[in-house]
């Protein structure tokens, strides 16, 4: 059974720097594209960047270029995402994502900003 679990959530003051982390378990053959997606409170989730199996970074959101990093290590299964100049309109649930035959999940880690 594929399982993704995230780390690095919390809270931050405006301009500061998170890094999340995500590891997948339960694979057995190579992971496809991975991503992070974000969801904030009345509003639709949204691809914050997606980086493919290769490591090549495919997307960024806009509001995000400059200041997030997408990368990730195969080895270790895992995709992480480097926030720097962190603003409150970030602030949100951000949910890794894989592509494994079909969608995977993780259950979400709150990233919370203040002014």
């Known amino acids: 059974q594929v399982q993704l679990v995230e780390s690095g959530g919390g809270l931050v003051q405006a301009g500061g720097s998170l890094r999340l982390s995500c590891a997948a378990s339960g694979t057995t053959f190579s992971i496809g594209n991975m991503g992070w997606y974000r969801q904030a409170p009345g509003k639709q989730r949204e691809l914050v960047a997606l980086?493919?199996?290769?490591?090549?970074?495919?997307f960024y959101t806009d509001s995000v270029k400059g200041r997030f990093t997408i990368s990730r290590d195969n080895a270790k299964k895992s995709v992480y995402l480097q926030m720097n100049s962190l603003k409150p309109e970030d602030t949100a649930v951000y949910y890794c994502?894989?592509?494994?035959?079909?969608?995977?999940w993780g259950q979400g880690t709150q990233v919370t900003v203040s002014s």
């Open positions: 994502w894989i592509n494994y035959s079909k969608d995977y």
């Open positions: 980086v493919s199996s290769g490591g090549i970074t495919i």
